[in-house]
């Protein structure tokens, strides 16, 4: 009976961190990085380094938007370099790189428009991809309208991209942030200068670059959860579980491949329930492979205890006494 206490004591403490890590808030247990905020107002506003101008009281618009199922984006914008990747937010309205109701951003030469609609994920995916719009001290002009359930972006005047936006912007959260030069997680930072950046919906609009409406942080807090599918990400979800596939040693001695296979499949039921429950979670984002990796990571863990089983039984037999 004692026996059986301890390895429940020790099961309880292994699987601990897994509901504390798979369910806590994104980014409260991260170390987070700070840097100054190098955005800069003058007569446009400049990103020569990563920075992040915010914009609080954004929601307004969002609902109008929302309520309205129209809406109008106005950006005059240049890039420091054709070297930006990320994609490189110029302007979000989003919680999170995941989780967005509107995106404009630069990836190289390309124009990346990412919008929540009817059909999309949550991340606004498939992209509206319009190639070679950027080159370096090149002014561009992007406008963005939904207008009678038809999306439509304009470079330059010239008509790029439409699609029919059927259903309107009931997917959107009022509670997604605005901001100009990064994603709100100060994860994705643009170089270059905004000259206009206007939203427009029904009766409200908004001018950006008007320093009464703009919240600009001194220091720039990025959060790492944010670098979301890196390779550190990947680590973490894989070694996480090999401890989870290592119990089965614990509670199985003579462990063997048909409760091998059920064990990982157990596993994989655990990460599944924990991605299913990031989905009730606002500041979480499932992942399949997350739940790739932590399978893989379990199976590894059971493959060490069926190796721990077979080592055991071939030294209990080699040990054994015999008699004459």
Do not use: C
Request: hydrophobic share 45%; aromatic share 6%.
């Amino acid at each position: 009976m004692r026996r059986r206490s301890k390895k429940l004591l020790i099961t309880a403490l292994v699987l601990l961190p897994y509901a504390v890590f798979g369910l806590a808030p994104q980014g409260l247990l991260d170390v987070p990085e700070v840097y100054p905020n190098q955005a800069k107002t003058d007569e446009t506003l400049e990103f020569p380094g990563p920075g992040i101008v915010m914009v609080p009281v954004g929601s307004k618009w969002i609902e109008t938007a929302i309520e309205s199922g129209e809406f109008a984006v106005d950006l005059r914008v240049r890039p420091a370099s054709r070297d930006i990747d990320g994609p490189a937010r110029i302007l979000t309205i989003s919680q999170d790189p995941s989780t967005r109701n509107l995106t404009i951003a630069q990836n190289k030469d390309d124009l990346i428009v990412r919008l929540r609609r009817p059909g999309s994920d949550r991340n606004g995916r498939p992209d509206l991809l319009i190639h070679d719009v950027f080159s370096p001290e090149k002014w561009v002009d992007v406008a963005l309208t939904l207008e009678d359930s038809t999306f439509s972006v304009a470079v330059d005047g010239q008509p790029a991209k439409e699609i029919a936006v059927t259903g309107g912007l009931g997917d959107w959260s009022p509670l997604h942030r605005v901001a100009l030069g990064n994603e709100v997680t100060m994860d994705r930072p643009w170089l270059g200068s905004i000259e206009r950046a206007g939203l427009r919906t029904g009766a409200v609009s908004l001018d950006l670059l008007d320093p009464a409406v703009q919240e600009s942080p001194f220091w720039v807090v990025r959060d790492p959860s944010g670098a979301f599918g890196s390779t550190l990400d990947l680590a973490i979800n894989y070694l996480g579980f090999i401890p989870l596939g290592l119990l089965a040693a614990l509670w199985f001695p003579s462990l063997r491949w048909p409760m091998a296979v059920a064990i990982v499949g157990g596993i994989a039921l655990v990460s599944l329930g924990i991605e299913t429950a990031q989905l009730r979670l606002p500041s979480r984002s499932p992942s399949l492979l997350d739940l790739e990796m932590n399978v893989a990571g379990g199976a590894t863990g059971v493959i060490l205890a069926l190796v721990l089983a077979r080592w055991r039984r071939v030294t209990r037999h080699t040990f054994q006494p015999g008699g004459d």
